[in-house]
């Protein structure tokens, strides 16, 4: 990594266009090392042009780019030494099998890659499939092929972009966990996605992408300063008294759903207050979610993805989005 | 089936050190990715495909000829097929320096760099150890070595299957008789002189295959290339204008059997071959390597 600024990704004033269309505007995007860092942004945020850019997949307009401290005209061949990972779905050849994709790339790579075939697709749990041709995987098994071909190269940068898409839930917890425990032995991971919550469960630090441009940059810790409060799906035996009670609570906002029940705004100690007082009063708690969290709150007012103020509406993952709040202070009164 | 996480660390370990091209113990890149590339081919069915065609066509034609009378006599060397077993290989040739050797090497050159498109496995490659200078060169000498051998197939085996058919002295084409080490020589130098004008369609081909990004526009433009030639060389156009198209260079052979022997034709198809196989070159590498790669999210 460079002596001078310590960052193992270093982007600065990174602009691309793709015809009349701006797909990174002016970017200024740095990785410290052996962090997570999560690239967060909604679909067209421009994430995976600036992690193709980080590959050399696509050359950027304006602006610099420094792996370990050194351009692409400085490193020159060596650009990608150290750094594996994959850019939208990783693709193979679909008439060769798993096993011999991976010969085919750790072919390329030269060293000892060929030797680590093997313990790669044991170790992605694709050994029972390494045979077969790769046009019978799933998308999930394509996911962990492309895993098993990043740890060919022994990164010391890893880039992963959308690496749970197609992934099974123990397959993504077991990524969670394997993702720290690369960065705790000193291994940098950049990933995307436009989950929030994965991100909080595995991120040290984000970077919000919005149009091109950076929304947010920062460590996780600091955004949670920021965040606004979390939204909650309450349902009552009697909403009407629910929703008195929420006028009557402090640091507690309530509105009707129009699928029935409450959305509840509040941080998580007003809101334990606010539900012992509901069970006090003889209404009976018939469910109670945690819908949105202060990150995924804040990634939503950051990105514009929440709509006005008051409007709520469903993402097509059927995720419930909440009203974009102007600032970050308790609301106590239902908005009208 | 779960990912092993507490594994994941031997593998990332960082004082390893990564591999790559910039080890000096590696070899060429241009050489493994071209390694690598042929290893690939050798898992297409077309490849194989043509490698057979190659093998037995030859054997196949002579075996029909041998239950027919008739005779292609409207073609070089066509009307002594019975007789001698040195005409076949020539009429082969004449056959397929119109369109099958375009064909043959455009199936497979045409198609080895737009299948990376196709399959999207461009982003895959790219982000591993080799340049694209390494990866454009590794490709388009696997492409080469691939028209190369075949014509050094076809050539085996139309000699062997010819000279089953009988080793008999073959009339030339200035009339006189050649006799069999002769025309034995004269088989192999004329098919041997066809390589350029196929490497010349090769570099065609690449071209095609890289700017289109689409292996059907890749295989088929030179095809349809190869076609227009022979439609043009009907028409009465002057010497230079039947010099500068690639189709030129497959009939240079024939000054090889006439009596006396000339080599004008052959060492303007020499050029020809070069001028085409140069500019198609230069002009794919151009389009190759400022090329975006996906990108936009």
Wanted: with cysteine.
């Amino acid at each position: 990594m460079t002596e001078a600024t310590g960052h193992v990704v270093e982007a600065r004033g990174v602009s691309k266009w793709f015809g009349e269309t701006t797909a990174l505007d002016a970017v200024d995007f740095t990785v410290t090392p052996g962090v997570v860092h999560g690239l967060l942004g909604p679909n067209g945020a421009g994430k995976t042009t600036l992690l193709s850019a980080l590959f050399g997949l696509v050359l950027p307009d304006e602006g610099t780019l420094r792996l370990f401290g050194r351009t692409r005209a400085e490193a020159g061949p060596g650009w990608l030494d150290g750094v594996a990972g994959f850019v939208e779905t990783p693709r193979f050849y679909p008439y060769l099998s798993g096993r011999r994709n991976l010969a085919v790339l750790a072919g390329l790579d030269g060293g000892d890659a060929a030797a680590l075939i093997d313990q790669a697709l044991e170790r992605t749990g694709l050994a029972g499939a390494r045979g077969r041709k790769v046009k019978g995987y799933s998308l999930g098994m394509r996911q962990r092929l492309g895993l098993a071909a990043a740890m060919l190269r022994r990164p010391r940068l890893l880039i992963l972009d959308e690496p749970t898409n197609g992934m099974d839930p123990a397959g993504i917890r077991d990524l969670r966990t394997a993702l720290r425990q690369l960065a705790r032995d000193g291994v940098t991971v950049v990933l995307s996605s436009h989950n929030m919550t994965q991100v909080e469960e595995i991120c040290d630090a984000v970077t919000v992408l919005h149009r091109g441009k950076i929304a947010f940059a920062g460590r996780l810790d600091a955004m949670r300063a920021d965040a606004p409060d979390p939204v909650w799906r309450l349902r009552t035996g009697d909403d009407g008294a629910a929703l008195e009670q929420a006028r009557r609570s402090a640091g507690v906002k309530a509105e009707r759903h129009d699928d029935g029940g409450l959305v509840v705004f509040a941080a998580q100690d007003p809101m334990d207050e606010y539900v012992l007082t509901l069970a006090r009063d003889g209404v009976a708690i018939r469910g109670l979610e945690l819908d949105v969290t202060p990150l995924e709150s804040l990634f939503f007012q950051l990105t514009g993805e929440a709509g006005q103020p008051g409007e709520t509406r469903q993402t097509p993952a059927g995720l419930f989005i909440p009203p974009a709040r102007p600032d970050n202070v308790p609301v106590t009164e239902e908005v009208p | 089936m779960t990912l092993a996480a507490d594994q994941w660390p031997a593998y990332a370990e960082p004082a390893a050190g990564p591999a790559g091209p910039s080890d000096p113990r590696q070899r060429s890149g241009t050489l493994v990715v071209w390694r690598l590339e042929l290893a690939k081919l050798r898992g297409q069915w077309r490849v194989r495909a043509i490698a057979l065609m190659c093998l037995v066509g030859p054997f196949v034609i002579v075996a029909g000829l041998n239950v027919q009378s008739a005779t292609p006599g409207d073609t070089a060397f066509g009307q002594w097929v019975h007789t001698s077993g040195f005409a076949i290989p020539m009429v082969i040739l004449g056959f397929g320096g119109q369109w099958l050797l375009p064909v043959g090497t455009a199936v497979v050159a045409g198609d080895i760099f737009s299948s990376e498109d196709h399959f999207g496995t461009w982003k895959t490659i790219l982000t591993r150890s080799r340049s694209r200078g390494e990866l454009f060169a590794g490709k388009f000498l696997a492409a080469l070595t691939f028209a190369t051998a075949t014509m050094v197939l076809l050539i085996i085996t139309d000699l062997l299957a010819g000279l089953l058919a009988g080793t008999q002295p073959v009339v030339g084409l200035g009339g006189q008789l050649v006799t069999a080490s002769h025309a034995t020589e004269l088989v192999v130098v004329s098919w041997l002189s066809v390589i350029p004008p196929v490497l010349g369609f090769t570099a065609l081909a690449i071209f095609t295959s890289v700017a289109s990004r689409n292996s059907a526009v890749g295989i088929g433009v030179p095809v349809v290339l190869t076609l227009a030639f022979q439609v043009v060389t009907l028409i009465a156009l002057p010497a230079w204008g039947q010099q500068v198209l690639l189709s030129t260079p497959f009939t240079a052979w024939h000054g090889f059997w006439e009596q006396p022997a000339y080599v004008g034709p052959f060492l303007y198809g020499l050029l020809t071959s070069a001028v085409w196989f140069t500019l198609c070159s230069a002009a794919a590498w151009l389009v190759f390597r400022r090329r975006t790669i996906g990108g936009a999210s």
